[in-house]
């Protein structure tokens, strides 16, 4: 109940191309969903979120897109460059209750020349 | 500070030995949370500390883990009795309420051999 699943698991895109990870989950509660962004050392940093009121919201070139009734959510990079090669993660969470996040397990993306 | 900030970066320690990770939120953040990052995995939730409330311990994976947070900010994780599957990057988040992004430190990556 508590899952997010997360594909896929590596993903190599040129330089210029739209990059495309998904994650569904199954507890129809959650209410928040951010997406993480890793790179190597570091801890994950806050890329995007997005509530279920709305199906998309977009920050420069990053868009997540959201489909309440499939229980879905992607995150979509628009011209993607060699400085978004990192591990992305999404994640959900209820409001109202203790704001522990569930992640997926992960996305290694490679963007190349 | 200016971030989450988390000692040692790297431990390694024996097997039985007790370990204490450190974790210093960014000042004012009233929300700290510990994850557990195994190799190519998501991250785990361990434990949640808000204001003066009693933390979320569920994600503890057994007795030997506990946590505690003094005065409402620096936080201790202590691991009893390490074992080879204890080992991991630990990582700290804060945020300035709940329900609201989390900041991450970098990490303690701990081997336990």
């Known amino acids: 109940q508590q899952q997010v699943k997360q594909s896929p698991q590596s993903l190599i895109v040129q330089k210029g191309g739209i990059s495309i990870i998904n994650c569904a989950y199954e507890?129809?509660?959650?209410?928040?969903f951010p997406w993480y962004q890793q790179f190597p050392g570091k801890g994950p940093a806050l890329l995007i979120a997005?509530?279920?009121?709305?199906s998309e919201k977009k920050e420069g070139r990053f868009t997540i897109s959201f489909n309440k009734s499939a229980k879905q959510f992607s995150l979509h990079i628009m011209d993607s460059q060699p400085g978004d090669s990192a591990t992305y993660f999404c994640?959900?969470?209820?409001?109202?209750?203790?704001?522990?996040?569930?992640f997926g397990t992960g996305t290694r993306l490679q963007v190349t020349l | 500070g200016a971030g989450v900030s988390q000692s040692p970066s790297n431990k390694v320690t024996e097997k039985g030995k007790d370990v204490e990770l450190r974790c210093d939120p960014i000042?004012?953040?009233?929300?700290l949370y510990w994850y557990r990052q195994s190799l190519g995995q998501g991250l785990e939730f361990l434990i949640y500390?808000?204001?003066?409330?009693?933390?979320?311990k569920s994600g503890l994976p057994s007795d030997r883990f506990s946590a505690e947070r003094t005065g409402g900010s620096v936080s201790t994780l202590t691991i009893q009795r390490t074992q080879q599957e204890d080992s991991a990057v630990y990582l700290c988040?804060?945020?300035?309420?709940?329900?609201?992004?989390?900041?991450f430190g970098s990490g303690t990556r701990l081997t336990v051999v």
């Open positions: 500390f808000q204001g003066n409330s009693a933390p979320d």
């Open positions: 997005i509530r279920p009121d709305v």
């Open positions: 507890n129809t509660a959650f209410d928040y």
């Open positions: 988040a804060s945020s300035p309420r709940r329900n609201y992004g989390y900041t």
């Open positions: 000042s004012g953040h009233t929300a």
């Open positions: 994640a959900a969470s209820l409001t109202g209750t203790a704001s522990k996040l569930t």
